[in-house]
């Protein structure tokens, strides 16, 4: 059996490596592209590299060439930043992330890769009532620039569709989960300032494990053309408050600094999940989102106890 070759745009990120490790498992030939190699022993198997950046005028041929699908989980912004990811520089932004996706699209389809899929997310739906339902159809009116690139490369993206090239987008929304050696979980400035003693601002938000996520990226691949060819697909799994959070992190830790209040759920809008669902996706729910945050504050508990 012949072993499909997949390029990962942005695979060395935090919710790339997800995707990466789980095509390896799979039996996926992976390549990597992006601006930096990934250290030795960043994924648990080989994966070839090419170095390139998101650009209109960047040569995507090579790291394109052979390749049976794309995943663009690239996104190009200022560190720790994705909404007002911008900075200072807002149409270099657009043209890296926008035009700079539309040319690897436009590349991919031209060097006959069967599919293409492209982590968009929530952003694209934008200042949405409180309290609503996120469905796919609905009309999106984003007021981040980030919100308003990611609409637009969707829309792009779809517009490419035809019998032998089937895009499709995932609509991502917070990822959690483990990150790549030597690089810090996306909670860990919230796990600090709590262990300190810090006040900590309520919050809450819908959340998804880069495990899901990658889930819903490798069952894209292998659905029927018919059934996703220029679809998008909403991928979050549960709302979080900071307090269950920091509730399991107290209980590992010892810690004995008072919980933040909750949140105001009832003014966040969720997104539908049904259209994922119906294609067979599960995410891990409670259990994973429990565990996985027990194993991140073990990482702490030195500083705590020691």
């Given amino acids: 059996m012949t072993r499909s070759k997949t390029l990962v745009a942005g695979g060395t990120g935090f919710v790339g490596r997800f995707i ?3 095509l390896l498992r799979e039996g996926h030939d992976v390549a990597v592209f992006g601006r930096t190699a990934p250290p030795p022993g960043y994924f648990t198997g080989p994966v070839r590299f090419f170095s390139g950046m998101l650009d209109p005028a ?3 041929s090579q790291a394109l060439a052979d390749a049976d699908f794309l995943v663009h989980a690239a996104f190009d912004h200022v560190p720790g930043r994705y909404r007002g990811g911008e900075g200072e520089d807002p149409e270099g932004f657009r043209r890296r992330n926008l035009d700079g996706s539309l040319a690897l699209f436009g590349a991919a389809k031209q060097a006959g890769l069967r599919r293409a899929i492209f982590l968009s997310s929530r952003a694209a739906y934008g200042g949405e009532a409180t309290g609503a339902i996120l469905t796919e159809d609905m009309p999106c009116h984003p007021g981040s620039l980030y919100g308003q690139v990611k609409r637009a490369t969707e829309e792009a993206l779809r517009a490419m569709a035809d019998p032998h090239f089937v895009p499709i987008s995932l609509r991502v929304t917070g990822v959690y989960g483990p990150s790549g050696h030597g690089r810090l979980h996306k909670w860990s400035g919230l796990f600090a300032d709590y262990l300190a003693g ?3 601002e309520p919050r809450a938000g819908s959340e998804v494990h880069g495990d899901d996520v990658a889930a819903a990226v490798s069952l894209m691949l292998a659905t029927p053309a018919q059934a996703v060819s220029g679809h998008m697909f909403n991928v979050s799994d549960m ?6 959070i920091l509730a399991i992190v107290r209980k590992v830790t010892a810690c004995a600094h008072p919980l933040p209040e909750r949140a105001e759920a009832a003014a966040i809008a969720i997104m539908a999940t049904e259209r994922l669902h119906a294609h067979g996706w599960r995410p891990g729910g409670w259990p994973l989102f429990a565990e996985t ?3 991140l504050a073990r990482q702490h508990q030195p500083a705590v106890l020691g």
Avoid: A, M
Avoid at 239 to 244: C, E, T
């Fill in 239 to 244: 709302l979080v408050d900071r307090r269950d």
């Fill in 293 to 295: 945050v027990e194993g």
């Fill in 198 to 200: 810090k006040p900590i």
């Fill in 58 to 60: 960047q040569d995507f």
């Fill in 20 to 22: 990466v490790e789980r």
